[in-house]
T-cell receptor, first 114, second 114 residues
Framework: DTGVSQNPRHKITKRGQNVTFRCDPI?????LYWYRQTLGQGPEFLTY????????KSRLLSDRFSAERPKGSFSTLEIQRTEQGDSAMYLC????????????FGPGTRLLVL | AQSVTQLDSQVPVFEEAPVELRCNYS??????LFWYVQYPNQGLQLLLK??????LVESINGFEAEFNKSQTSFHLRKPSVHISDTAEYFC????????????FGTGTRLLVSP
């Protein structure tokens, strides 16, 4: 299977703990995106990378959130000092950077902060 | 501000009936348009897209959508739905402004009953 993969699929944590999610994009894709989806809403953009460079960040991405893509392949999204409001589905997508860019999504990581 | 509106949060329909899911967006600046489908506890799957060319685009499972620039709409239609079409459908727009993110609507839950 050459689609976007995300790990873990589910994460339950206690408030105040740190969590890290991983995304492996489609192998030839040079762009990688993170979105957050809360219950009953559409996904909201958080940040994106072109190769290893983080090019855009949403105001939703507070200083407790950090994302990396160190070698331009997989990416990690870390949330420090989790809050109950961080409970959501975190979606990763990847694409090829061209004019007709299409983003392909992974299955998501569902986070529950108790 | 760029926004995507899906006015219908839920659309109930009987099997084999036609359906239309509506999507409007905020600006007529050059856009790229997408419909994604989400099954419970899963990520988003690309259903169809409009990038350029013919304003009527089709998916492999019988859905179609028409780009209407004057009405800034991209409604999704299917002439005869199946039980298996029950899912959440999201309209997404990428404006050709140099920003790569997708802006999503809040989704429409299609409920197909026998």
């Amino acid at each position: 299977d050459t689609g976007v993969s995300q790990n873990p699929r589910h994460k339950i944590t206690k408030r105040g703990q740190n969590v890290t999610f991983r995304c492996d994009p489609i192998s030839e894709h040079n762009r990688l995106y993170w979105y957050r989806q809360t219950l009953g809403q559409g996904p909201e953009f958080l940040t994106y990378f072109q190769n290893e460079a983080q090019l855009e960040k949403s105001r939703l991405l507070s200083d407790r959130f950090s994302a990396e893509r160190p070698k331009g392949s997989f990416s990690t999204l870390e949330i420090q000092r989790t809050e109950q409001g961080d409970s959501a589905m975190y979606l990763c997508a990847s694409s090829l950077a061209d004019r007709e860019e299409t983003q392909y999504f992974g299955p998501g990581t569902r986070l529950l902060v108790l | 501000a760029q926004s995507v509106t899906q006015l219908d949060s839920q659309v109930p329909v009987f099997e084999e009936a036609p359906v239309e899911l509506r999507c409007n967006y905020s600006s007529s600046v050059s856009v790229y348009l997408f419909w994604y489908v989400q099954y419970p506890n899963q990520g988003l799957q690309l259903l169809l897209k409009y990038l350029s060319g013919s304003t009527l685009v089709e998916s492999i499972n019988g859905f179609e959508a028409e780009f209407n620039k004057s009405q800034t709409s991209f409604h999704l239609r299917k002439p005869s739905v199946h039980i298996s079409d029950t899912a959440e459908y999201f309209c997404a727009v990428r404006w050709d402004t140099g920003f790569q993110k997708l802006v999503f609507g809040t989704g429409t839950r299609l409920l197909v009953s026998p």
